[in-house]
């Protein structure tokens, strides 16, 4: 039950055992009132524990409020599922800034950007959880509304902006320039050796490829992490990460869903997040891009005579299949054992660079 208490600040709320006055969420520890600023919290949840009655069939339910701090700290507090529901709604009162409930990994609602998200919450097989409001994943900045910067200013706090893309692409479409943001270029492919000229794009090679657009796209995921240029720009990402601090750090390429795709599964694997859950955040490309990718095809072919064969490669532009990500890993693992021999020997990440990347983004 939730009841309502008279403090000297006036009317309070009493959730469970704790209560939030003046600001203040109030709790006992040792017998003494101790008080954690709403201001603080940059994360709170609720959380369900199940256990088993000894000797039954039966499972008793535990419902608890978790609050995660500026500086780390975790909070758990007992209480009733209404209380724990209520007391998120006026923490978020209080403090606007905080992350309420279990986003895992969704896409960031803005008007102009399409596959931008927030990694977190994703969880690891540790039990740990990303932090919100620290990793993100793009596709181009270009053209950013007022709104949208505002958000990604202020909520979330953009420090750092990674981009994948090669010059020529950078030019036809250059970042929005955000007040206070580091923008650092970091090209993923080299263009020569993709055979991108002034006069071939991207575009041309596939709607050109001779055969099956999937097939060049397996390619290339595979060229990602074993040309040698690829996996120096990788290894430079890992270490822009390592090295980032307060705010949040945003990595890019056109669509946000290959060359990022597999810079966030790779990420992801460092930090220990399990291959399902890599899998479905790849795979959410396809459901967050697939507005744009019907506009840009529709687009494309405006210009072209396109043929049957032509227009199925160029869909391929403009989503993700499973099938690319998962001859990643099994390339890796084919050639390095696992996924963390491979970190570790191309992208140099050390046992300590791993544990710090923990330590810095997971709670």
């Known amino acids: 039950m939730i009841k309502k208490v008279q403090g000297k600040g006036g009317e309070n709320v009493q959730y469970g055992k704790i209560r939030i006055e003046g600001g203040q969420l109030i709790f006992k520890k040792h017998m003494i009132d101790n008080s954690l600023p709403c201001c603080d919290i940059v994360w709170a949840y609720r959380r369900k524990e199940y256990k088993q009655e000894e000797g039954t069939d039966n499972y008793s339910v535990r419902t608890s409020l978790v609050a995660v701090t500026r500086r780390k700290k975790k909070y758990k507090f007992d209480m009733t599922e209404r209380e724990a529901i209520a007391c998120l709604e006026q923490i978020q009162k209080e403090s606007p800034m905080a992350t309420v409930g279990f986003p895992t990994g969704s896409r960031i609602p803005l008007v102009s950007l399409p596959n931008t998200r927030d990694l977190s919450a994703l969880g690891t097989v540790d039990g740990r959880h990303i932090l919100p409001g620290r990793l993100i994943r793009s596709g181009e900045l270009y053209h950013v509304s007022k709104d949208d910067q505002k958000i990604l200013l202020e909520e979330y706090h953009l420090r750092?902006?990674?981009?994948?893309?090669?010059?020529?692409?950078?030019?036809?479409?250059?970042?929005?320039?955000?007040?206070?943001?580091?923008?650092?270029?970091?090209?993923?492919?080299?263009?020569?050796?993709?055979?991108?000229?002034?006069?071939?794009?991207?575009?041309?090679?596939?709607?050109?490829?001779?055969?099956?657009?999937?097939?060049?796209?397996?390619?290339?995921?595979?060229?990602?992490?074993?040309?040698?240029?690829?996996?120096?720009?990788?290894?430079?990402?890992?270490?822009?990460?390592?090295?980032?601090?307060?705010?949040?750090?945003?990595?890019?390429?056109?669509?946000?869903?290959?060359?990022?795709?597999?810079?966030?599964?790779?990420?992801?694997?460092?930090?220990?997040?399990?291959?399902?859950?890599?899998?479905?955040?790849?795979?959410?490309?396809?459901?967050?891009?697939?507005?744009?990718?019907?506009?840009?095809?529709?687009?494309?072919?405006?210009?072209?005579?396109?043929?049957?064969?032509?227009?199925?490669?160029?869909?391929?532009?403009?989503?993700?299949?499973?099938?690319?990500?998962?001859?990643?890993?099994?390339?890796?693992?084919?050639?390095?054992?696992?996924?963390?021999?491979y970190l570790r020997k191309r992208m140099y990440l050390t046992v300590k660079a791993i544990e710090e990347l923990k330590q810095k983004y997971l709670i």
């Not at 250059?174 to 206070?180: A, L, R, V």
């Not at 946000?256 to 990420?267: N, S, Y």
């Not at 790849?282 to 506009?295: L, V």
Request: aromatic letters at 12%; a negative charge; one cysteine or more.
């Open 160 to 341: 750092t902006v990674v981009d994948f893309r090669t010059e020529a692409e950078r030019k036809e479409k250059p970042d929005t320039f955000m007040k206070g943001v580091r923008y650092i270029k970091n090209p993923i492919l080299d263009e020569d050796s993709i055979g991108i000229t002034h006069e071939k794009s991207v575009l041309d090679l596939v709607l050109e490829f001779p055969g099956d657009a999937e097939i060049f796209m397996e390619k290339q995921y595979r060229n990602l992490v074993f040309d040698e240029i690829c996996t120096r720009q990788y290894a430079k990402f890992f270490d822009i990460v390592l090295n980032h601090e307060e705010g949040a750090i945003l990595w890019h390429c056109s669509a946000g869903k290959d060359r990022v795709g597999v810079a966030t599964a790779l990420l992801l694997s460092a930090l220990g997040v399990p291959r399902a859950a890599i899998m479905a955040d790849f795979m959410r490309s396809n459901k967050y891009f697939q507005d744009e990718a019907e506009y840009m095809v529709r687009y494309i072919g405006l210009g072209r005579e396109l043929t049957e064969e032509m227009e199925k490669n160029l869909w391929m532009m403009f989503q993700v299949k499973e099938r690319w990500l998962l001859t990643v890993f099994e390339e890796i693992e084919r050639e390095y054992g696992t996924v963390e021999q």
